[in-house]
């Protein structure tokens, strides 16, 4: 055994001196080890962490959310009202347990600092559906749901730990929102976190409003299906219902239908296809690392016949020539998965922080598996490019393998080389066209106008409680703030607003009521997102006027209601007629009568520049007077420069009044692109790669072509062969395998693109003008790697080779 540890560390310490040697073939290999490693690991933790791990929930697999949509699209389901839930508790048989939220941001006080903190107010059936076991206290019951039930709240255990120091003599007492006493009932158990709007610090009860109506879809449900209840089965009970509830309720269901999706599915549906598309991006990477270090290990191999003969000549046998080589192969391996496994966990440091959303609460993690597996592939390819060659020239007889040693070439692998050559470079061009794909589709994206000026424009939002503010006394609030906040130095304009366009929040209505026309019912209804405004937002946010008026001084309380509308809902609800001095009913319970349309301006893509928005509709503040606003100002420099003196101006106002959702607009925009983003970022980066490594491999097989060909070159130049004409027929071999692998790529990339559908923003998977380009980059990439083995090839000195033969 002795021997055996002793003879292995020889065979360590010749394997470290062989590469000290040969320093830039180590750096190379294991570079490329480690790329290929790295990527793959990292992308397929994200895919396992976010796709694969099941949900954190007891009988996830069961619970699904139950939406509504119009019967003429597709996808997933939406929001509902409280009625329609009321409904679908009473008729449907499929579900153990069903469950309804709404969500607000009330204001806390009393311990610590006013904060405002996310809250959801849900129906009891709602912890049956996620079967929550409380940490301490009790769930949310039925008989807290009835109207004139006692507002209580159960807490999020983080926020229990963190603001009420894990107080067990909470439970039972009464915290202030928004300056109303609720009680605390319960704690949530730790680490629980919850989907969408669920993902909460707070849970209230939840309470149905009169004021809601059928048609004020604002809510979420979720349920559980029975046991031997199919996603299917429940979505044909739905279907049912829902057609049932179209004929009983035209006015607000007709051509409404209802969704169900396993929430195993919904959770990921914004990520799936993404997650999956960068997954075969990486393995590509992978591949084409494998090629490049096959190529550099035959090369390395063949190129090491006369050492071997050497060896073999004085005493090493076969295996013991194996032993030695299987030794410098395993510790290459190990190198690189070394640095591989860096690779990878600084990667999946940087794909929580560029990553979607998702990843917050579903984080990638280095699984062992998946490590495991990318290692074992790395390594596979190590073994078996790094030993067989090398036993390939291993003579049996070392007398006539010395003889022949400087003069031997080995057949057969020039060409397995060149293969390897040109499958790197088709991967290269797949993942090359892809990125280039994507960021033209960016750029077209960021070409959007916006409908607003997006530069200098900060965003914040205040919650005034019902307990201080009543309508008269939070417009004053706000129209005090307004006017302290424009004397600053750097303010321009600022304004008031319930909605920030950029902000993920929407206020969507259904009007079914027009002046001297029928009501409108199922899909002819007219579809906006409400703001509630003040006269100067839409200078201060940079909105056009089309036609007619804006909100002014003039609407005030006591005046006739008003409204402005964009061009949008313009269009698709009065087709090409005048829409100034139309008249018709905003849905809510502030003002009844009709509101007149005084104004036409420009559309704000208010979910972002690459989704379709719904028309909006702007009310003013002082007829629709809200407690929920956000403050928008328009600065003359750096926004966020004036952000804390706007906060210290609203605490001089009122000193428990928090500020929260301080951004940009820029900021918020740029979060939007938050997904798009992503992919760009890891396509590019592994294109680069490929195209990097696709490079490396192609100067490879040219180099080692020359070096090989050194005699046939020195003879043609003997024989008045010009420099010139070696340097072109190097450069064209290298111009042939690049061109066969541009065309296997391209062909592969056409498939590749229509994969990318979902993910181009006005541009064509199948780009001419794109894979155009990246032919035409790749064809100059191979032959910058050709030039330096074609300068080799120019310098060999005729009269030394001939010399030697």
Same mark, same amino acid.
């Given at each position: 055994m002795r021997e055996l540890l002793e003879s292995v560390g020889a065979d360590l310490r010749h394997a470290a001196r062989s590469f000290r040697s040969q320093p830039?073939?180590?750096?190379?290999?294991?570079?490329?080890?480690?790329?290929?490693?790295?990527?793959?690991?990292?992308?397929?933790?994200?895919?396992?962490?976010?796709?694969?791990?099941?949900?954190?929930?007891?009988?996830?697999?069961r619970i699904v959310h139950v939406g509504e949509q119009a019967v003429t699209k597709s996808g997933r389901g939406s929001t509902t009202s409280f009625d329609n839930f009321d409904d679908w508790r009473k008729r449907s048989t499929s579900f153990a347990a069903i469950g309804i939220v709404s969500s607000a941001t009330p204001t806390l006080t009393g311990h610590g600092d006013a904060a405002r903190v996310p809250s959801a107010q849900v129906s009891a059936g709602m912890f049956d559906v996620f079967g929550i076991h409380m940490h301490l206290g009790r769930p949310i019951v039925d008989a807290d749901n009835e109207r004139g039930a006692a507002p209580v709240t159960v807490l999020a255990y983080e926020l229990w730990k963190t603001r009420f120091g894990g107080d067990p003599s909470i439970v039972g007492q009464s915290i202030l929102l928004n300056s109303v006493p609720v009680r605390v009932v319960g704690i949530l158990p730790p680490g629980f976190s919850g989907p969408e709007r669920l993902d909460r610090s707070l849970w209230g009860n939840f309470i149905p409003s009169t004021a809601d109506g059928r048609g004020g879809r604002s809510k979420e449900v979720y349920a559980l299906l029975r046991r031997g209840v199919s996603p299917a089965q429940a979505q044909r009970e739905m279907t049912r219902i829902a057609a049932d509830l179209a004929t009983a309720y035209p006015k607000d269901n007709k051509d409404e239908t209802v969704v169900v999706d396993p929430l195993s599915e919904r959770a990921?549906?914004?990520?799936?296809? &993404?997650?999956?598309?960068?997954?075969?991006?990486?393995?590509?990477?992978?591949?084409?690392?494998?090629?490049?270090?096959?190529?550099?290990?035959?090369?390395?191999?063949?190129?090491?016949?006369?050492?071997i003969a050497v060896r073999s000549a004085l005493g090493a046998g076969r295996a013991r020539i194996a032993r030695q080589l299987l030794t410098e192969s395993l510790l290459l391996a190990g190198l690189g998965a070394v640095v591989g496994v860096g690779i990878a966990a600084a990667a999946i440091r940087a794909l929580v922080v560029v990553g979607p959303t998702l990843f917050a609460t579903r984080p990638p993690e280095m699984?062992?598996?998946?490590?495991?597996?990318?290692?074992?592939?790395?390594?596979?390819?190590?073994?078996?490019?790094?030993?067989?060659?090398?036993?390939?020239?291993?003579?049996?007889?070392?007398?006539?393998?010395?003889?022949?040693?400087?003069?031997?070439?080995? *057949? *057969?692998?020039?060409?397995?080389?060149?293969?390897?050559?040109?499958?790197?470079?088709?991967?290269?061009?797949?993942?090359?066209?892809?990125?280039?794909?994507?960021?033209?589709?960016?750029?077209?994206?960021?070409?959007?106008? &916006?409908?607003?000026?997006?530069?200098?424009?900060?965003?914040?939002?205040?919650?005034? &409680?019902?307990?201080?503010?009543?309508?008269?006394?939070?417009?004053?609030?706000?129209?005090?703030?307004?006017?302290?906040?424009?004397?600053?130095?750097?303010?321009?304009?600022?304004?008031?607003?319930?909605?920030?366009?950029?902000?993920?929040?929407?206020?969507?209505?259904?009007?079914?009521?027009?002046?001297?026309?029928?009501?409108?019912?199922?899909?002819?209804?007219?579809?906006?997102?409400?703001?509630v405004v003040s006269p100067s937002y839409f200078q201060t946010m940079g909105v056009r006027l089309v036609k007619g008026r804006l909100i002014d001084a003039t609407d005030r309380v006591e005046s006739p209601t008003t409204c402005v509308v964009d061009e949008v809902f313009a269009q698709r609800t009065f087709g090409g007629q005048n829409a100034i001095g139309r008249q018709l009913r905003i849905p809510g319970p502030s003002r009844t009568d009709y509101a007149t349309i005084v104004g036409v301006v420009g559309h704000v893509k208010t979910y972002g520049l690459d989704v379709e928005s719904p028309g909006q509709i702007y009310l003013s503040n002082e007829q629709f007077p809200g407690r929920a606003m956000s403050v928008v100002v328009r600065t003359i420099a750096d926004p966020m420069r004036?952000?804390?003196?706007?906060?210290?101006?609203?605490?001089?106002?009122?000193?428990?009044?928090?500020?929260?959702?301080?951004?940009?607009?820029?900021?918020?925009?740029?979060?939007?692109?938050?997904?798009?983003?992503?992919?760009?970022?890891?396509?590019?980066?592994?294109?680069?790669?490929?195209?990097?490594?696709?490079?490396?491999?192609?100067?490879?097989?040219?180099?080692?072509?020359?070096?090989?060909?050194?005699?046939?070159?020195?003879?043609?130049?003997?024989? *008045?062969?010009?420099?010139?004409?070696?340097?072109?027929?190097?450069?064209?071999?290298?111009?042939?395998?690049?061109?066969?692998?541009?065309?296997?790529?391209?062909?592969?990339?056409?498939?590749? *693109?229509?994969?990318?559908?979902s993910f181009l923003f006005e541009v064509k998977p199948l780009d001419a003008a794109v894979y155009s380009v990246v032919v035409a980059s790749l064809m100059g990439i191979a032959i910058l790697a050709c030039v330096v083995p074609a300068h080799r090839a120019t310098t060999v000195d005729a009269a030394e080779v001939l010399r030697g033969d």
């Amino acid at each position: 055994m002795r021997e055996l540890l002793e003879s292995v560390g020889a065979d360590l310490r010749h394997a470290a001196r062989s590469f000290r040697s040969q320093p830039g073939f180590a750096v190379v290999a294991i570079a490329t080890l480690a790329l290929g490693i790295g990527a793959t690991t990292s992308v397929f933790s994200a895919v396992d962490g976010a796709l694969l791990r099941p949900l954190p929930y007891a009988n996830a697999d069961r619970i699904v959310h139950v939406g509504e949509q119009a019967v003429t699209k597709s996808g997933r389901g939406s929001t509902t009202s409280f009625d329609n839930f009321d409904d679908w508790r009473k008729r449907s048989t499929s579900f153990a347990a069903i469950g309804i939220v709404s969500s607000a941001t009330p204001t806390l006080t009393g311990h610590g600092d006013a904060a405002r903190v996310p809250s959801a107010q849900v129906s009891a059936g709602m912890f049956d559906v996620f079967g929550i076991h409380m940490h301490l206290g009790r769930p949310i019951v039925d008989a807290d749901n009835e109207r004139g039930a006692a507002p209580v709240t159960v807490l999020a255990y983080e926020l229990w730990k963190t603001r009420f120091g894990g107080d067990p003599s909470i439970v039972g007492q009464s915290i202030l929102l928004n300056s109303v006493p609720v009680r605390v009932v319960g704690i949530l158990p730790p680490g629980f976190s919850g989907p969408e709007r669920l993902d909460r610090s707070l849970w209230g009860n939840f309470i149905p409003s009169t004021a809601d109506g059928r048609g004020g879809r604002s809510k979420e449900v979720y349920a559980l299906l029975r046991r031997g209840v199919s996603p299917a089965q429940a979505q044909r009970e739905m279907t049912r219902i829902a057609a049932d509830l179209a004929t009983a309720y035209p006015k607000d269901n007709k051509d409404e239908t209802v969704v169900v999706d396993p929430l195993s599915e919904r959770a990921v549906a914004d990520v799936k296809r &993404p997650l999956y598309t960068l997954l075969g991006a990486s393995f590509f990477v992978l591949l084409i690392a494998c090629a490049n270090l096959s190529n550099l290990l035959l090369a390395r191999g063949t190129a090491r016949s006369r050492e071997i003969a050497v060896r073999s000549a004085l005493g090493a046998g076969r295996a013991r020539i194996a032993r030695q080589l299987l030794t410098e192969s395993l510790l290459l391996a190990g190198l690189g998965a070394v640095v591989g496994v860096g690779i990878a966990a600084a990667a999946i440091r940087a794909l929580v922080v560029v990553g979607p959303t998702l990843f917050a609460t579903r984080p990638p993690e280095m699984s062992p598996l998946v490590l495991g597996g990318s290692v074992a592939v790395s390594c596979a390819t190590v073994l078996l490019f790094g030993l067989l060659p090398a036993l390939r020239v291993a003579p049996r007889d070392p007398q006539m393998a010395l003889r022949n040693a400087s003069t031997r070439v080995v *057949g *057969g692998g020039r060409s397995l080389r060149a293969a390897l050559a040109v499958a790197q470079l088709s991967l290269a061009v797949v993942l090359l066209s892809a990125s280039t794909l994507v960021v033209k589709s960016f750029v077209r994206v960021l070409d959007v106008d &916006p409908g607003i000026v997006r530069e200098n424009l900060l965003t914040l939002s205040l919650t005034l &409680p019902s307990a201080k503010y009543d309508s008269v006394k939070s417009t004053v609030f706000l129209q005090e703030l307004a006017v302290r906040v424009k004397a600053l130095p750097d303010v321009k304009d600022v304004a008031v607003t319930s909605l920030v366009p950029f902000g993920g929040s929407f206020d969507r209505v259904n009007i079914s009521q027009f002046a001297g026309e029928p009501d409108r019912i199922g899909a002819n209804r007219a579809v906006a997102d409400r703001y509630v405004v003040s006269p100067s937002y839409f200078q201060t946010m940079g909105v056009r006027l089309v036609k007619g008026r804006l909100i002014d001084a003039t609407d005030r309380v006591e005046s006739p209601t008003t409204c402005v509308v964009d061009e949008v809902f313009a269009q698709r609800t009065f087709g090409g007629q005048n829409a100034i001095g139309r008249q018709l009913r905003i849905p809510g319970p502030s003002r009844t009568d009709y509101a007149t349309i005084v104004g036409v301006v420009g559309h704000v893509k208010t979910y972002g520049l690459d989704v379709e928005s719904p028309g909006q509709i702007y009310l003013s503040n002082e007829q629709f007077p809200g407690r929920a606003m956000s403050v928008v100002v328009r600065t003359i420099a750096d926004p966020m420069r004036v952000a804390p003196a706007i906060t210290r101006l609203v605490h001089e106002i009122d000193p428990d009044q928090p500020v929260s959702n301080v951004a940009t607009m820029n900021d918020l925009m740029s979060e939007l692109l938050r997904g798009r983003r992503f992919i760009l970022i890891l396509l590019v980066s592994f294109a680069v790669v490929a195209v990097t490594l696709a490079a490396i491999g192609l100067y490879g097989v040219i180099a080692y072509g020359v070096s090989q060909r050194r005699r046939e070159l020195g003879v043609r130049l003997a024989l *008045g062969a010009q420099r010139l004409q070696i340097a072109r027929m190097v450069i064209a071999e290298g111009a042939r395998i690049a061109i066969v692998g541009a065309l296997l790529g391209t062909f592969a990339s056409a498939g590749a *693109g229509r994969l990318l559908g979902s993910f181009l923003f006005e541009v064509k998977p199948l780009d001419a003008a794109v894979y155009s380009v990246v032919v035409a980059s790749l064809m100059g990439i191979a032959i910058l790697a050709c030039v330096v083995p074609a300068h080799r090839a120019t310098t060999v000195d005729a009269a030394e080779v001939l010399r030697g033969d």
